[in-house]
């Protein structure tokens, strides 16, 4: 059975959820969800997501993504593969984390009942799962492992910069301020209790069989959204069945051209000319500085870095930037590294 398309646009929002393999746990332990989190905020920063609320449980997570440019498949490529690869290695595994393909719901984030719901529901998931004790006195905030603690419930300096906190307390009424977020926080206690005592998955106020119930379904939101949604889709059918279409070599969060951009300031800001660097070994630290950069800051693929650079392959440039990982930096390297972090900053 063929794959329903990913409807991708600029500005869209998703609920996204992904499950262990065989519904085994993703997570054996704390550092392993600050793992997780960090993987995110590389995710963020190659793609410019907005995330405005996000839950980890043992064995599948939840975000709410904002995708201020058409990227969800992209980035979602690189978040679950990376954090696969940085698991298995950490705990000597192999093979798959991640179950079936990651569900991705369309959410309607015009719509305030649409929006907070959604919030409502990921922030919940703890309750629901009873790691919350609610008839013990307890509140959301005694779960570590949601955007309520470690977001909502911060100043803006404790925040991770890709958690878009003021639009999820604004859209509940609420300002960014000592006030605002206990409201936000009693609120969710309130809704909390509610929900335990009715038990019960908030429903859309129209009915349509395609809508999602936030947990099937392809789409959260009004049939009017729906249409416009499928309108998208349609559209996006048409143009990879159109033989002039191309998806570039770089399908980069913040695009091809920002790879490009970012490549030929990288080479004018360390004084090199594309003619040079046939004369340079893959290994240059200049090379391996942009290199760097490309693979942080944008979602380039390394063959990409590879043909843009003339570090030979993909592969070596897969090397390269996992012996930096490691801490094998040069001064040439650093210095090299500086210059463009100054720039770029």
């Not at 449980?57 to 992209?74: D, I, K, S």
């Not at 006030?179 to 019960?200: H, M, N, P, T």
């Not at 090199?272 to 979602?299: F, V």
């Not at 390394?302 to 440039?317: C, F, H, R, T």
Request: include cysteine; hydrophobic fraction near 35%; charged fraction near 25%.
């Amino acid at each position: 059975m063929p794959r329903s398309i990913r409807i991708e646009y600029a500005g869209a929002f998703y609920h996204v959820m992904a499950r262990g393999n065989r519904r085994e746990d993703i997570f054996f332990n704390d550092d392993d969800r600050r793992f997780f989190l960090k993987t995110l905020s590389d995710t963020c920063e190659r793609t410019g997501w907005h995330v405005h609320a996000w839950v980890l449980m043992n064995n599948h997570y939840h975000l709410m993504v904002q995708t201020p440019e058409a990227n969800l498949v992209e980035g979602m490529k690189w978040l679950q593969n990376t954090y696969t690869r940085r698991l298995n290695t950490k705990h000597h595994l192999w093979g798959r984390v991640f179950g079936d393909r990651y569900k991705s719901v369309l959410v309607d984030g015009g719509s305030g009942y649409y929006f907070t719901t959604l919030m409502d529901y990921i922030h919940l998931n703890p309750v629901r799962a009873g790691c919350v004790k609610l008839r013990e006195g307890g509140s959301v905030m005694d779960y570590p492992w949601s955007s309520v603690r470690t977001a909502y419930a911060c100043i803006p300096g404790k925040r991770p910069e890709w958690s878009y906190v003021k639009d999820g307390l604004a859209v509940f009424g609420f300002n960014d301020t000592a006030a605002g977020r206990r409201k936000f926080v009693e609120r969710l206690d309130i809704r909390a209790r509610e929900e335990s005592a009715a038990g019960i998955v908030p429903l859309p106020p129209m009915s349509d069989a395609r809508v999602s119930h936030l947990r099937r379904g392809w789409y959260w939101g009004t049939q009017a959204f729906a249409e416009k949604a499928m309108r998208t889709g349609e559209a996006l059918i048409l143009s990879r069945r159109n033989p002039t279409y191309r998806s570039g070599t770089v399908s980069r969060a913040h695009d091809a051209q920002r790879a490009e951009e970012l490549l030929v300031h990288g080479l004018n800001r360390l004084g090199l000319r594309r003619q040079e660097l046939k004369t340079l070994p893959g290994s240059d630290p200049r090379k391996l500085a942009i290199a760097w950069m490309l693979s942080t800051r944008t979602s380039a693929r390394q063959g990409w870095i590879a043909e843009q650079l003339l570090m030979k392959s993909a592969a070596n440039v897969s090397q390269q930037l996992r012996r930096l990982r490691g801490g094998a930096h040069s001064p040439a390297y650093r210095k090299a590294l500086v210059k463009l972090s100054d720039f770029f900053d």
